[in-house]
């Protein structure tokens, strides 16, 4: 009786773990499919942005700041960006990236860059004209406008859809979107040091939990079966 009821607990044990094991791979799996289906949401909103010309560098800070105000902040994230032309040519990259982008693992630059329209710096802005109703009265003096306001040329469109890189820079692995321009590229990086963090501690509880569940499958087994050939024993006995 005593290998019968052996039995019934190694099999009750293995097959319990196996159900467990493959519910905590499913159950790793949807969890960071879906914190990774939150970065690409955040992703394609800061995607959504319109960017300058690539060699606008001054715009470029601007929409670089305006990016934690849809992804980085309250989450705790870094956010990032970079944009890239033909020959490996690096028109503007956040200060986090300290120069260690590895170009040869992104999307390849397609098409010819539109020259900008923008007047470059130091040269005059061009002279103003009247309003719509004449001239200007003597004596107003009104503040010149931004010659950077308004002129920043056609619009570039966006080649193909947008694509998902990841790569690691630095201390950090980074999801980036990749946006195709007409002779550049633009990239918008997630740090993933968070979601990894969650991840982390995700496994790192199934393989607590996993083997405690299995002792206590394991005595809850060894009582049923107990209770089970219980009667069968006292059968025996009385025959004897």
Sequence with gaps: MGSFRLRIILWTVTVSGLVLVAFGVIANVSIYQAKMGGVNHRLKAAALRNFPHPEHEGVWRRSERSLMD???????????????????????????????????????????????????????????????????????????????????????????????????????????????FPGYNVAIGVDLGNLEEDMYTVRKSFLIALPISLVLLAVGAWFFASRAIKPVLSLSLIHI
């Design 70 to 180: 849809i992804g980085g902040r309250g989450t705790g994230e870094l956010m990032g960006i970079f944009a890239y032309g033909h020959e490996a040519k690096l028109f503007y990259a956040s200060e986090i990236f300290a120069d260690e982008i590895d170009l040869a693992v992104y999307p390849t630059v397609e098409g010819i860059l539109i020259e900008s329209s923008i007047p470059e710096e130091g040269r005059p802005p061009p002279p103003r004209r009247g309003s719509e109703f004449g001239p200007e009265p003597d004596g107003v003096d009104r503040e010149p406008r931004d010659r950077f306001r308004g002129r920043r040329g056609p619009r570039a469109e966006l080649l193909g859809e947008l694509q998902f890189v990841e790569s690691r820079i630095g201390e950090f692995n980074w999801r980036f979107a990749i946006l195709k």
